[in-house]
């Protein structure tokens, strides 16, 4: 795992003893023949049943869109593997998308037999040390693959979910449980149903050994991330006698070699069973028909009434620092671990608050002690909630020349000043507030079925009562500072572990050797006949809803700045945005003058006592410069309540900003760190240079950066002026709140003042010039790294929004997910990368071309093959009308289903302007996608995709990677980091 702060999705679901608040009870009643529990004064509502087998069901009914967020959660994870077997949790996971004996096969009886004998045969190759023995068996067992995958139908869930109009399929695996999770059309839930209850009850393991090539490229992946190396050491550290510690959860090297479906199949007998279960749904849905339909297609799932918790050993008191190093090319950083056992629920409380009272990205002690005084790179603090123990982390990165003994000390600091009571009294009430907000800021958004849904798994697979759940805030706020201070001084002392990540190579790396195996046959127009059951169950047919901006928006003029409004009708929440049409390519140094304002106060407010200001009224601001150069935006946002004192704050601050030049040699200083460090960070190299390279060429958007010798130069004075100036420019307002046109007129006549005529904005400023690509080419960048990452790039037309339709329904049949063509033939039929995709993606404005994306990340022995396939498969479309028809009908459903609401119809029409059209361009791919054939995408492919001119980009160890083979696509050029990073 990547540890990320998440107190905005999991803080509430936090645990407690004790709730004693009577406002919150929980109570049983029946409804259409059904016991349910349920807690009052909840304000999610949500209904807990329990069926006969032991199945856990939480609904939770919502009205934003016709449509169900669905979790099915395991309570089982990588702590639950053997220690000789780590990594079944996991690849169980993976192989619950292959289906059973009812699905994913067109004749099972024929297929058990041959599978029985893989089963087997890798049963006997575990025991083999010899290597070529190993080998030959290997090729017996991928013979014997061949043959039964002529049975097969891979993807065939997939397919399925398709034709539903599920979106966002997954799942993961972590220590403690296995999720998977879908968001499906309300009116789709009883043929969902019927699919999950057959999916869940019983597992056959086919097209085994092609899945097997997909976790070791995961594992290789993991091996080039420095990040989860650093969590791998603090783990090891701290839960020496835990499987926390002791086994990780994609597994070892070695136990990968060697895979047992035996020992796969047990672990799904024992665990997989409906009293480890819990079956979660937010959405639009109706409670007695769902909770009907589950217990119709689980309520013969049969318990294991043997299953029990897993018990391990004590973990050693940690009486001093544990102190481990890492090497890898990324930045350095130093991480500290603490320890913490979850048995003492209602630490988690206090953990967190100490968590946000040293940073919340604002006003935290690391916020304004460290970041906001420039004395280190970047700080951080986060807490990892696992079952049995909480990690509180906290993590920092050193500016130049800065050691990370000293990063780590400067942390431990503020450590301190918590157990010494140096926090602003006020600061515990504003971040329980903050919270709150952040649950609010969750119910409005476009994910808040998920948030839901997630607080639902987190409550049941962590044994937390849903009256703990519901009553969270009351009782955190209930903690005092007093208790904090002691909490602090009982619990943190040198009681650590501490990992310095420093930039090197790392020399125990041991990549996962492929054996070879053989392309399995696809069968892609196959069905089952349990599929052919889930078609011809009748639904009710939704009807698409599109958005009519003139009845959604309100436009209107406050002065002579335009405003475009949408009402919030669901909480006290507000964003003001100033929305310039112009950036870098205007004003050179507005992004430099933008960073400064995080260090710059007023004349009246010092830099720190601002943010204290603005977070003592729920407010935040934020200033983005787009990386195209052509935009600028300035954002307010809070609590409604609170708007207008937080207007005159932001408007003070913008009118008459104060930094210092110390503060702003500080920040240079930072900024040329962070051009060291981006040039050791693999996802930054190709996300974000190499692909702009490949699009603009030397003169890009990306690396058109001031030097190091003007940012040096800078006088403060000149950035200040800079934001003073930017109101004198043409601007418009996008606001999202509660208040009225005369309310919001109000408040920008009285704190926004700008001049009657705007300085005008030149007609000549920096256009960056697409690349041509009548040659083709080949750009790579050698990187210390186990994988090798490609993209695929074809140039095509100027933005044409008549093709939007055939746009989408092509990258829905060619790329779209597992159930595409790319993933289909490159991952699952030949196991060649974990992480496949190709799309042609339409340009967002008028002035921009269309371009064809294509991603392999593969093992780099596997470049040559997998490139071949990549491009056998643009240029010779295999056809499936089958796939078609998949495609077609998920594209329709989705729309039909799909509901965009709230700040998002903002946002949608902005895009919609760039592409020069003002209405819902949703209509127009629904009616044409309804009339397409199949004829219709293959004259697409032909006259848009199929042998159009591809350059490559390419990152990789320059001993690794086949140049011999790169020279068939392309004249092949090194790209040096200077020239991607323009320093």
Request: hydrophobic share 35%.
């Amino acid at each position: 795992m990547i540890w990320i702060k998440k107190y905005s999705l999991v803080i509430l679901f936090i645990i407690f003893t004790g709730c004693s608040n009577e406002k919150y009870q929980t109570k049983t009643s029946y409804s259409g023949n059904y016991k349910y529990e349920y807690v009052t004064n909840d304000p999610t509502q949500t209904r807990i049943y329990t069926l006969d087998n032991g199945l856990k069901v939480y609904l939770s009914h919502f009205e934003k869109e016709p449509r169900i967020q669905i979790f099915t959660a395991v309570k089982a994870g990588g702590k639950n593997d053997p220690e000789n077997n780590t990594g079944l949790a996991h690849y169980l996971e993976h192989m619950m998308f292959k289906g059973n004996k009812f699905f994913g096969t067109k004749d099972y009886e024929k297929e058990k037999p041959l599978l029985d004998s893989i089963e087997n045969l890798f049963n006997e190759y575990s025991k083999l040390d010899d290597e070529n023995e190993r080998k030959n068996l290997y090729k017996t067992i991928d013979e014997l693959s061949n043959k039964a995958a002529l049975f097969a139908i891979p993807n065939e869930y997939d397919k399925m979910i398709s034709k539903l109009g599920g979106k966002n399929l997954n799942a993961y695996t972590s220590e403690d449980r296995t999720v998977y999770y879908v968001d499906i059309p309300s009116n789709e839930i009883d043929r969902f149903l019927k699919l999950e209850g057959s999916r869940f009850k019983q597992i056959v393991n086919r097209l085994f050994h092609t899945e097997l090539e997909a976790v070791y490229e995961e594992k290789n992946r993991s091996l080039d991330s420095d990040s989860r190396k650093i969590v791998r050491a603090i783990y090891q550290s701290l839960f020496p006698n835990h499987p926390y510690g002791k086994q990780s959860v994609i597994g070892t090297i070695e136990h990968l070699k060697n895979p047992s479906i035996t020992e796969i199949n047990n672990y799904f007998d024992k665990y997989y069973r409906p009293n480890n279960v819990a079956i979660c749904m937010s959405g639009e849905l109706n409670f007695d028909k769902t909770i009907a339909l589950i217990d119709k297609y689980f309520g013969d799932w049969k318990p294991n009434y043997d299953l029990i918790e897993s018990e391990f050993e004590e973990q050693n008191k940690i009486n001093s620092p544990i102190i481990n190093e890492v090497f890898g090319p990324d930045k350095e950083s130093v991480t500290i671990g603490y320890r913490f056992d979850a048995k003492n629920k209602k630490d988690l409380m206090k953990l967190k608050l100490i968590d946000m009272i040293l940073a919340n990205s604002t006003a935290g002690l690391i916020d304004l002690n460290l970041v906001q005084k420039q004395k280190v790179l970047f700080a951080n603090s986060l807490v990892d909630e696992m079952n049995d123990f909480y990690v509180h982390v906290l993590e920092g990165t050193p500016k130049e020349n800065q050691s990370l003994e000293e990063v780590k000390n400067l942390i431990l600091g503020e450590i301190e000043n918590i157990k010494n009571g140096n926090f602003d009294n006020y600061l515990l009430n504003a971040v329980v507030n903050d919270l709150k907000k952040s649950i609010m800021l969750q119910d409005d958004s476009d994910n808040a079925n998920y948030y839901r849904g997630d607080k639902m798994v987190i409550a049941f697979t962590r044994d937390i009562t849903w009256k703990e759940s519901i009553a969270y805030f009351d009782e955190i706020s209930k903690i005092t500072k007093e208790d904090l201070i002691s909490f602090a001084n009982i619990h943190y002392s040198e009681n650590y572990a501490v990992v310095y990540k420093k930039t090197g190579k790392d020399n125990s790396i041991k990549k996962v050797e492929k054996p070879e195996i053989s392309k399995i046959p696809l069968n892609r127009n196959e069905l089952s006949d349990f599929h052919k059951r889930i078609d011809e169950i009748k639904i009710e047919k939704l009807q698409p809803k599109f958005i009519d901006f003139k009845s959604e928006l309100d436009f209107y003029r406050i002065g002579n700045l335009d405003v475009i409004a949408k009402e919030n009708k669901n909480n006290d929440l507000f964003n003001l945005t100033f929305k310039y049409e112009f950036g870098k390519n205007l004003e050179s140094k507005i992004g430099l003058a933008t960073s400064l304002m995080n260090y710059a106060g007023t004349g009246e407010l010092s830099p720190e006592d601002i943010k204290k200001e603005f977070y003592k009224l729920g407010a935040e601001y934020s200033f983005r410069t787009s990386g195209d150069g052509k935009e600028t935006s300035i954002s307010l946002s809070g609590l409604s309540e609170n708007m207008d004192a937080s207007i005159k704050l932001f408007e003070t601050l913008l009118n008459d900003p104060k930094a210092t030049q110390n503060s702003l040699n500080k920040l240079v200083d930072r900024i040329l760190k962070s051009r060291s460090d981006n040039k050791k960070n693999k996802d930054v190299i190709l996300g974000s240079r190499l692909i702009p390279f490949g699009v603009y060429g030397k003169d890009n958007p990306a690396n058109d950066v001031i030097s190091s010798k003007t940012l040096k130069q800078t006088k403060v004075e000149e950035l200040l002026t800079c934001i003073k100036k930017l109101k004198k420019y043409p601007h418009r307002i996008l606001y999202y709140g509660n208040k009225n046109k005369e309310e919001l007129s109000r408040l920008i006549k009285t704190y926004h003042e700008v001049p009657n005529n705007f300085i005008e904005v030149k007609n000549d400023i920096k256009y960056y010039k697409e690349k041509d690509h009548d040659k083709k080419y080949v750009f790579w960048t050698d990187f210390d790294m186990v994988q090798t990452e490609i993209i695929l790039l074809s140039k095509q037309e100027l933005l044409d929004n008549s093709k939007s339709a055939a746009i989408r329904l092509f990258n829905e049949y060619f790329g779209g997910g597992m159930n595409s063509i790319v993933f289909q033939e490159i991952r699952e039929a030949q196991g060649l990368a974990y992480s496949v995709f190709s799309t042609y993606s339409q340009a967002r404005s008028k002035d921009r071309s269309d371009y064809i994306y294509s991603y392999i990340g593969v093992q780099s022995d596997k470049q040559k093959e997998a490139l071949s396939s990549m491009f056998n498969l643009i240029n010779n479309l295999p056809e499936s009308s089958q796939a078609f028809d998949v495609a077609k009908q998920s594209i329709l459903n989705k729309i039909e289903s799909e509901r965009i609401t709230n700040s998002s119809i903002l946002s949608y029409y902005l895009n919609a302007e760039k592409r020069n059209i003002d209405y819902d361009i949703r209509k127009n791919i629904y009616e044409e996608v309804k009339n397409m054939s199949f004829e219709n995408l293959l004259s697409f492919h032909k006259n848009y995709i199929k042998n159009k001119s591809h350059n490559i980009l390419l990152i990789g160890n320059k001993e690794n990677i086949d140049f011999k083979n790169l020279r068939k696509y392309g004249e092949v050029e090194e790209i040096s980091l200077e020239t991607l990073f323009g320093y």
